[in-house]
């Protein structure tokens, strides 16, 4: 058996999913803001016990590998990379807008035949995106987008576009294309990673412990503190 322990903290969703040969077994998930240091760890904790399962069972850790939350990245990393090193167990990347555009998948509309945009909160009217096909393949780069009027106007000339994700609700009043639609159910989750972490794992995909970093795709630009004292 193939028990892989997902992780999803690239968002403020701060999620963990376990699956037995991809398939589901359990999982648990935060949508509060900033949790990922107080609940990544009795997450992963509680899932584990409440299926009876041991760590040395695990046959592999799963991250969502980004773009995303600085912060929420190398919480998640750290975590998972602890555990495999601990395990002795590989560590597999998951991009975390593929994972998005698989949960989409299964969650919305089986006949919707477009393609679809994952957006993830980049502040202010930028997110970071991608565009897959009806297939989940990819047809571009991940990209830092700025939205206006204009935003995605080709693609949307072609194709019917799912736009979902934390940072899809922001841009409804500005992409208005008969092509656009908007849907607000879903974002990143440990849900999404199911099926690709164990496909990996087939694949002896394999991420270097040593070396790994997440995919950050914006340098992280600290700022600076109002706080007299500390500037």
């Keep these: 058996m193939i028990y892989i322990l997902n992780i999803e ?14 398939v589901l077994i359990d999982s648990k998930e935060s949508y509060e803001d900033n949790s990922h240091s107080a609940n ?5 904790d509680i899932i584990m016990k409440r299926n009876d399962l041991e760590y040395s069972q695990l046959s592999a850790i799963a991250i969502s590998k980004g ?22 167990i590989p560590l597999i990347a998951i991009g975390t807008l593929n994972s998005m555009t698989a949960h989409a998948k299964n969650v919305y509309d089986s006949n919707f035949d477009g393609n679809f945009r994952p957006m993830i909160d980049a502040r202010r009217m930028e997110v970071y995106s991608q565009n897959f096909d009806n297939n989940s393949n990819s047809l571009n780069e ?12 080709e693609e949307l000339q072609n194709h019917k576009i799912l736009f979902f994700g934390d940072g899809a609700m922001k841009c409804a009043d500005t992409i208005t294309h008969k092509n656009a639609i908007f849907y ?8 999404g990673m199911l099926k690709l972490s164990y496909e990996a794992f087939q694949n002896e995909d394999f991420e270097d412990l040593a070396y790994f970093e997440p995919f950050y795709l914006k340098e992280f630009i600290a700022a600076v503190s109002k706080v007299k004292g500390l500037r």
Excluded: W
């Design 184 to 191: 607000t159910d879903t974002q990143a989750s440990a849900l």
């Design 9 to 22: 903290t690239s968002t403020k969703v701060c999620g963990v999913s376990l699956s037995k040969n991809g």
């Design 40 to 44: 990544l760890a009795p997450f992963i």
């Design 67 to 88: 773009p995303g939350s600085y912060t929420g990245l190398r919480i998640g990393t750290s975590t998972a990379k602890g555990l495999c090193f601990a395990l002795d």
């Design 142 to 153: 991940v990209k830092a987008v700025i939205i206006d009027e204009n935003s995605f106007i």
